[in-house]
């Protein structure tokens, strides 16, 4: 193999494997294994619903808490008087919004449908 064609191979590859180690240090570290009846992806949670509507106030319920936990984690001084079942926005509409959050993202975890929900709660609480 020429020198030409080998030095072009030994920068291409250097190249690939920088691009991806910059690509791997931007992406986000696992801070907690998260668990309980939510701690599931958004197509088991649609197979479940679908299979049992029933099970939809267990996955609310682990989303109640998951969304206090949240809130609990806040830095002082965050979200103070947030409320998580406000009149406007109540469980059922919470309900509803994880439906449609996990109709679309079928790949995404429930957890990450919880926190939208969590984010437009307090979007709900700045009207």
Not at 36 to 44: D, I, L, P
Not at 53 to 79: E, H, K, M
Request: glycine residues 10%; proline residues 5%.
């Amino acid at each position: 193999m020429p020198l030409q064609v080998l030095l072009r191979l030994v920068v291409v590859s250097v190249v690939l494997i920088g691009a991806d180690a910059e690509r791997q240090s931007r992406a986000e570290p696992r801070l907690a294994n998260i668990v309980g009846f939510g701690a599931t992806t958004c197509r088991q949670f649609n197979d479940d619903v679908r299979s049992n509507p029933n099970v939809r106030l267990n996955y609310l319920a682990w989303a109640q808490g998951f969304t206090s936990g949240i809130l609990l984690g806040r830095p002082p001084g965050v979200d103070i008087g947030l409320d998580l079942d406000p009149q406007t926005f109540g469980l059922l509409k919470q309900l509803q919004f994880l439906e449609e959050y996990c109709a679309k993202n079928g790949s995404q975890n429930f957890a990450d449908g919880v926190e939208a929900l969590y984010k437009r709660l307090r979007q709900e609480g700045k009207t």
